[in-house]
């Protein structure tokens, strides 16, 4: 033992020990006065990754980490968790980049799995963080401990861990980070003890990069490229991860080299095709029957990007007519193991495509398909309600080229593909989930998204009465930070889509279908929006020109008539 050494621990012994604690040399070598804290060290990370924004809701479990805010952080509060987590998602959409997600302990965990399942299912690389007790007495179960918080957001996460240590939690953010931007991304989960931001923390967090594509087996691909070579009525199916993977002009590329007809997944969240090109042939249909007619008369599916196929509801048939082959091509595993027919080629979709367009060869008399005839009957003019034809048919004359769609009326999405036809990247969202309350706070995050990079564009967000009144507080965050979003609530007073599930599923008499007497103007006023009922198309076209050049979010509601959509 030194002098000093044995000095301090005298002196410590009479003083106390949080005296004696405060000057003997740690293992750095530093004081505990100058080591940096938990809270110092995750910060810095955080800023280095680029995760400098965080969406949430503060809780008492939270505080201890939003506790002196960095000014160079921007902390984007939603009135509830799930409108959080989905802000995130199309923030993380738009930006091509993870984002930030910050929830109370259990309670905001729960309210927020709805939109983790959205966001699991469309591959969105989110860190999602919750508060929780403190460990000193986290044996004896208190108010707001979570003792199983590390398995309620599964299976919905790609991880989830509750450091094991106070010192452990950079190193778990840097894995949490590193999780979910591999392939197939996703979100991440951890759990954080709020006495663990004030602990010493080891040193300086460690900063890895990791790749963020797989290149495909360029063996397999080669046989690819012959079997697609010498397919001779070839159609393709691109999904929803050729967008997401930064892939339209490759896809563009290998559809007009192949020269064959170019489909867009059922339900899809995203568009990877533009919808105006002359091999475009429309949407898959969603049941197994009807895949099987469309596919029928081609020898060869190519089916990249997407789930082979995305079904629902269950109307039987064969998954593929005989004759027919499929390949398929996803940097998703489970995907490839969950197809019900087909080979299946897992590796990065854009790189797949970049070398497929090299690797085929198409014979040069191959006849191409005549291109999509849509429905664009008028019915205009208008007075409410409307059909929603005739809303999306206004729409259309108003729409800027380069805005942006987030779609949640899922009663009118033929309308909104016949008239509203996507022609960009990043042009169209939708949530992959199934369920309804995602639409709204996603289109917050794709416009706080398109802010963030630098991008100036409106966002249309077209969503039902029903799917608006789910997370209807989320237009709070876009008036707080005046968004140039436009929200068409289409009124329709029902849930019509259960509607035509309940005449397919020979369900009658379902209770809960009705809306009556919802003042969506007045909730909108209330929530800082401006806020606008129509009469008739001329009054839509008028106001929606008008939102498109004012300073922050409209509310435009428009009576709607009551439409069955067609299931399968």
Known sequence: MTHDFAQATLLGKLLGNTWQSAFIPTAKGLTMADQKTVHDVTYDLLRTLGLTTVFGNPGSTEQSFLRDFPDDFTYVLALQEASALAMADGFAQSTGRPALVNLHTAAGTGNAMGSLIASYRANTPLIITAGQQAREMSITDP?????????????????????????????????????????????????????????????????????ERVAPDAGRLAEFAERISAAKRPMVLFGPEVDRAGGWDAGIAFAEKLGAPVYGSALGDRVSFPETHPLYAGVMPMTIAEVEQTVHGHDLVVVVGAQVFRYYPYVAGEYLPEGTELLQITSDTHLSAVAPVGDSLTGDVTTALTQLTELIEVPADRQRPAPLVRDLHSDLPAQAPMTSNAVYEVISSVKPDDASVVMESTSTMVDLFNWLPTTHSQGFFATPSGGIGWGVPAAVGVALGDRARGVKRNIIATIGDGSFEYSIQAIWTAAQHKLPIVFVVLRNGEYAILKSFALLEKTPNVPGLQLPDLDITSLATGFGCRAVEVDDSDMLAQELTTALNADGPTVIVVPTIPQLPHLG
């Not at 840097?174 to 040193?203: E, N, R, T």
């Open 143 to 211: 108010y707001l401990n979570n003792p199983r918080a590390t398995e309620l957001p599964q299976p919905w996460v790609k991880w989830s861990y509750e450091p094991v240590r106070a010192e452990d939690v950079p190193a778990a953010f840097m894995q949490a980070y590193a999780i979910a931007m591999q392939p197939p991304m996703g979100p991440v989960f951890l759990s954080i003890p709020l006495d663990d931001w004030d602990k010493p923390a080891l040193g300086p967090a460690v900063v890895r990069t990791v790749s």
